[in-house]
């Protein structure tokens, strides 16, 4: 079964909104590797709305290099209750907010790679909830930012287990969680 991988960037203090704002200074090249590998062991891309949005905007002019030809190349999937057709994006596709669960549960039985998600969000607290969720990889920046959008919410409540600690030579230290069927 495929598994579904959370990847966001964070501060210290835990906020993860405008990340192109200060966390580019820290893409060190051992961190660069690591988010290669990442990606090119997945075949597609699970996104909200917004954040599908924003990428759609920039993501298709971007290329010429293994990452972002990677990312262009696969099947992205935007969760919305809003939008009426996908971006134009290769391979963008829409899954209706209210179809989440069942759209979900089929794309990780087909056969195929890992399923990655940017953000943490309604999406991410949706299939945590739903047992969908695989793993959380938090991208922890040695940045304060002291305000913004945060990285869980009320929402977001689950038991987790530690599985895996990554520090780059950037000081960027990725952890790597696991949701547990535990209640919390």
């Not at 780059?168 to 230290?173: A, E, I, M, N, T």
Request: glycine residues 8%.
């Amino acid at each position: 079964m495929r598994r579904i991988i959370a990847s966001t960037l964070t501060t210290l203090d835990g906020y993860i909104d405008n990340p192109h704002l200060w966390s580019m200074s820290y893409n060190s090249p051992d961190a660069l590797k690591y988010a290669l590998d990442l990606t090119l062991g997945c075949d597609a891309l699970l996104l909200g709305r917004v954040t599908y949005e924003g990428m759609a905007q920039a993501w298709p002019t971007m290329g010429g290099n293994p990452y972002a030809d990677h990312v262009n190349s696969i099947t992205k999937y935007a969760v919305t209750s809003t939008l009426d057709k996908p971006a134009d994006w290769d391979n963008s596709r829409l899954i209706r907010g209210d179809e989440l669960i069942p759209a979900v549960t089929a794309l990780k039985s087909e056969p195929g790679a890992d399923i990655l998600t940017w953000g943490c969000g309604r999406l991410t607290d949706d299939l945590a909830a739903n047992g969908l969720l695989d793993e959380y990889r938090i991208w922890v920046h040695p940045v304060i930012k002291g305000e913004g959008e945060p990285l869980f919410r009320p929402q977001s409540v689950t038991a987790l287990e530690h599985a895996e600690t990554t520090t780059f030579d950037s000081g960027v230290v990725l952890l790597t969680y696991r949701p547990v069927a535990a209640a919390v």
